[in-house]
């Protein structure tokens, strides 16, 4: 069974511009989450989405961030226009369940992403 | 404020020997505590789950440890291999209906060297 999996592996863009992750879960999992790590810091939520719907989007950073998932499927992280803080490694990960703090949430390789 | 926080924040050890890592949280309603392991360029990958009733889990050569009362977490390594290399991450998920959100410490970095 394939795992979770990150588009591109690596982004390397000037301030300014945009950029769009992308994330496919694992199939049959309803349960998609962003995560980032930005150097020297801990792993931070940023959303979660139960099928196309945003059931948290608490961790979402500024407007210059856009997720979607269309059809429930695969997911889409934009950040325009891209600044230097947004640096980072962003994750993904899927769980088939969540609620009452979730089930098990399985993570994918993560996009490294260099904003000069 | 919920936090996660581990110690120590690096740590080398000698193929072979036990070590053991700490958790403490302050996430509040707490739901369950978890321990990742990152290997570099790798996403983090599940060793245990505990929820609130659980003291110890074992997952092969990694045990975990938790005490709900003092809001404290271990993570035991056994008879290391240089493939336990890598960073070894605190995840404490809070009590709610509707979200999976998790709370993530800053990791331990092992090196376990030959």
């Known amino acids: 069974e394939a795992g979770v999996t990150q588009f591109p592996s690596h982004s390397v863009i000037e301030k300014g511009q945009t950029v769009t992750l992308r994330c496919d879960p694992i199939s049959g999992h309803d349960n998609l989450y962003w995560y980032r790590r930005v150097m020297g810091k801990e792993i931070k939520f940023l959303l979660h989405?139960?099928?196309?719907?945003?059931?948290?989007e608490s961790g979402m950073p500024n407007n210059r961030f856009l997720a979607e998932r269309t059809g429930g499927t695969y997911s889409t992280l934009k950040v325009q226009p891209a600044e230097l803080e947004d640096s980072g490694v962003y994750f993904c990960a899927s769980s088939l369940i969540s609620g009452r703090g979730g089930n098990e949430q399985f993570f994918g390789p993560g996009t490294r992403l260099t904003v000069l | 404020k919920n936090q996660v926080e581990q110690s120590p924040q690096s740590l080398i050890i000698l193929e072979g020997k036990n070590c053991t890592l700490q958790?403490?949280?302050?996430?509040?309603?707490?739901?369950?505590l978890r321990w990742y392991k990152q290997d570099t360029g790798r996403g983090p990958v599940s060793l245990t789950i505990m929820t609130f009733s659980e003291n110890t889990k074992s997952n092969g050569r990694y045990t975990a440890t938790l005490d709900a009362d003092t809001k404290q977490s271990s993570l035991h390594i056994t008879a290391s291999q240089l493939s336990d290399s890598a960073s070894y991450i605190c995840?404490?998920?809070?009590?709610?209906?509707?979200?999976?959100?998790?709370?993530f410490g800053q990791g331990t970095t092992l090196q376990v060297k030959p």
């Open positions: 958790c403490n949280y302050t996430v509040s309603p707490f739901s369950n």
């Open positions: 995840v404490v998920s809070a009590y709610s209906s509707n979200t999976g959100k998790l709370i």
């Open positions: 989405f139960v099928k196309e719907s945003k059931q948290d």
